[in-house]
């Protein structure tokens, strides 16, 4: 074996097993012995690349949050609106900050008058209603096998499954349509009404 051979073959053995070739013993000062290194330690397994894709892929869940609190902001906003149409049109907001207990009944009916007729016209205008469940107050009702507890709401000692009987208290109100006013994004819907000053 050539001594290029030789040198080549212990580079290869070094690298890859850690030891030198049995023939390059011979070629070692008398006495010395090969020492054995450690097997090159592993390639790591790819971690950081999943690291890295799971990170990638965190931005995800913010994102969702962050058209989940939209939304909210959104329907908030909405609403807020809707109560501002029904101070501007029959300044519900004014009568219910009103202390009326010092106020006679009739005060109060010749107020209402007003409240109710702009209130109703917003509703109109803007909502279409139907109720829950038809009938009049007093009659007799079913409650069927899987009724919708947010659509029905059953009082007094309940007891067992359904199917139950019973009298119908309230209809109940359900929003089939909404026509409510495009939201803009440059107004302060915290102000429900603006203050007004008249300038003397």
Do not use: Y
Not at 88 to 94: M, P
């Amino acid at each position: 074996m050539s001594r290029i051979t030789l040198a080549f073959g212990c580079f290869f053995k070094m690298l890859f097993a850690g030891s030198l070739p049995a023939k390059a013993a011979a070629f070692l000062p008398e006495g010395a012995q090969p020492k054995s290194l450690a097997p090159a330690p592993a390639a790591p397994a790819p971690a950081p690349e999943v690291k890295q894709e799971v990170k990638q892929a965190a931005p995800a869940p913010a994102a969702d949050a962050k058209a989940k609190k939209s939304a909210a902001n959104h329907h908030r906003d909405g609403s807020l609106a809707l109560l501002a149409l029904l101070q501007r049109e029959g300044r519900l907001v004014d009568f219910l900050q009103e202390d009326i207990e010092s106020f006679d009944d009739a005060d109060i009916g010749a107020a209402v008058r007003d409240i109710h007729r702009g209130c109703r016209r917003v509703l109109n205008d803007h909502l279409k209603l139907e109720a829950v469940m038809p009938g009049a107050e007093e009659d007799k009702v079913n409650v069927p096998v899987g009724f919708d507890p947010s659509e029905v709401r059953l009082l007094g000692d309940v007891k067992g499954e359904p199917p139950f009987k019973g009298i119908l208290r309230h209809h109940g109100w359900r929003v089939t349509e909404s026509s409510l006013p495009k939201l803009t994004g440059d107004v302060d819907r915290n102000i429900l009404a603006p203050a007004q000053v008249e300038v003397q």
